[in-house]
């Protein structure tokens, strides 16, 4: 067997923490439980932000020479439901739960994206026949919005791709 490039492995383990959170929000969301929900999209939303970046500035622009735009574009719809559900959540004050119809949106929207972070992992096979020069300056370029730290929510709208 393989060993897994490094670029998979790192982006592999952001999804795996990513899916986590994604599903610990949307548990909290279903319980009405609004300070655990709180909690858990502070924590995505630290988490999750440079990941986010990577896929929108490096990631998906790679995808978008590959795939086309059409499918790239829902990719970024996806990350847009995500980030506002987070930020929805981060906003509301625990003192002023969610009406039903609200909270359904919101669980609709957190899980379009844990459907997205469970299945955007496959789409890693189109970077795998990159030389590995390509894949490196990918990797560095993760480990660095890493190391940054951004919030998912401090990230522009994931509706508009950036130029490449």
Known sequence: ??????????????????????????????????????????RLDQDAGPHMAFE??????TLDRILGSAFVDQLYHEHAEGQDAVRTVLNREPDHPFADHERQALVEHVETALEHALSC???LSHVDVLEAPA??????RLLELRRRGR??????????QPDS
């Open 151 to 160: 919030r998912w929510t401090a990230l522009g709208s994931p509706t508009a």
């Open 1 to 42: 067997m393989t060993k897994a490039s490094p670029l998979r492995e790192a982006f592999l383990e952001d999804h795996r923490k990513l899916t986590r959170g994604l599903l610990r929000l949307l548990d909290a969301l279903k319980e009405n439980d609004l300070v655990a929900a709180r909690r858990e999209a502070d």
């Open 56 to 61: 929108e500035q490096v990631f998906y622009p």
């Open 121 to 123: 992992g496959t789409l």
């Open 135 to 140: 894949k490196q300056e990918m990797l560095e």
